[in-house]
């Protein structure tokens, strides 16, 4: 695993707060925990629906500003259904 | 469940050394922060390696600078647990994350670091951001 690691042991992403772009309408905003085979393992974990009134980007910049609200303390995201992981500092430049 | 004390006192001496107040009860928490006057900074500590252990010698950096908050207070999410609740009553517009930290004025909030902001970056980084803070919030009442 390529770059710092803050946590030994854990993936490079453990600990950081990442937007989960999905193939569906859904965007997920929390705390990386892990990855493995069955999918993306996230805490503390906001949402964002395509159909929502607030676009996406407005989302973002809320959870940048007011943090994240979270619907979900543990999520799993199925493998098949993840298209990309982004730092949500990265996604918000 | 509380940490084991023993592993959160050098984090806990951490920010008293730079000179921060802990607060580790409500009733401490409401004498500081309840009907504060002028501005204080407040720091939600935490035994995160990812964003503590870059935020406290962040906050260590930014008190060196030359506008800073007249009090400096602290918190320990996960080990004062009522104390840290009281406190994020007096910010509950912002949603509850540690590391974090609220710099207020006369008991409002002007500006809030989330961890999510101080992840990943180098305590330089971070102390830049934050004296930036101090300078825009903090000048006039140095």
Do not use: W
């Amino acid at each position: 695993m390529s770059g710092h690691v803050f946590h030994p042991g854990h993936q490079e992403l453990h600990g950081v707060t990442v937007v989960l772009e999905t193939h569906g309408a859904r965007t997920y905003v929390g705390r990386f925990d892990s990855q493995d085979e069955r999918g993306v393992h996230m805490h503390d974990v906001g949402v964002h629906d395509a159909a929502a009134a607030a676009s996406k980007e407005e989302f973002l910049r809320r959870c940048d500003k007011f943090g994240i609200r979270p619907e979900h303390r543990d999520l799993l995201v199925p493998a098949d259904d993840v298209a990309s992981i982004t730092r949500l500092v990265d996604a918000l430049r | 469940m509380p940490y084991n004390p023993a592993l959160v006192a050098p984090m806990r001496e951490e920010m008293t050394h730079m000179g921060a107040r802990e607060l580790t009860t409500s009733a401490e928490v409401d004498a500081a922060i309840g009907d504060q006057k002028g501005t204080m900074l407040v720091f939600v500590n935490s035994v995160c390696g990812c964003a503590a252990g870059n935020a406290r010698p962040a906050l260590r950096l930014a008190l060196q600078h030359g506008s800073r908050p007249q009090q400096v207070v602290t918190v320990f999410a996960g080990q004062d647990v009522d104390a840290t609740a009281r406190a994020r009553q007096y910010f509950a517009d912002y949603q509850p994350s540690s590391p974090s930290i609220a710099l207020l004025r006369d008991g409002e909030v002007v500006h809030f670091v989330h961890r999510h902001q101080i992840e990943g970056r180098s305590p330089q980084s971070v102390a830049a951001d934050l004296t930036a803070a101090f300078d825009r919030h903090f000048a006039a009442a140095v």
